[in-house]
């Protein structure tokens, strides 16, 4: 949510709040973290003795759960 440079109702604070995540690095490792466990739970999913309709409705889940609009 912070992401987004049309937010409104917050103003200043906002753009602060984004600032020191960029500043603090914050937003790089968070990024990257969620890189990471996607890509362990798609292998994990790989390795799974499941359907292969369960199978495409968790990567599905998944691509969902990690899509970034910016």
Do not use: F, H, W, Y
């Amino acid at each position: 949510m912070l992401s987004n440079p049309n937010l409104t109702g917050v103003g200043a604070d906002a753009d602060r709040i984004r600032q020191v995540l960029i500043a603090t690095g914050a937003r790089v490792k968070v990024a990257n973290m969620i890189t990471t466990r996607c890509t362990q739970a798609l292998r994990a999913l790989e390795a799974a003795p499941l359907p292969l309709t369960a199978t495409a409705a968790l990567r599905k889940l998944v691509d969902a759960a990690t899509a970034r609009a910016s």
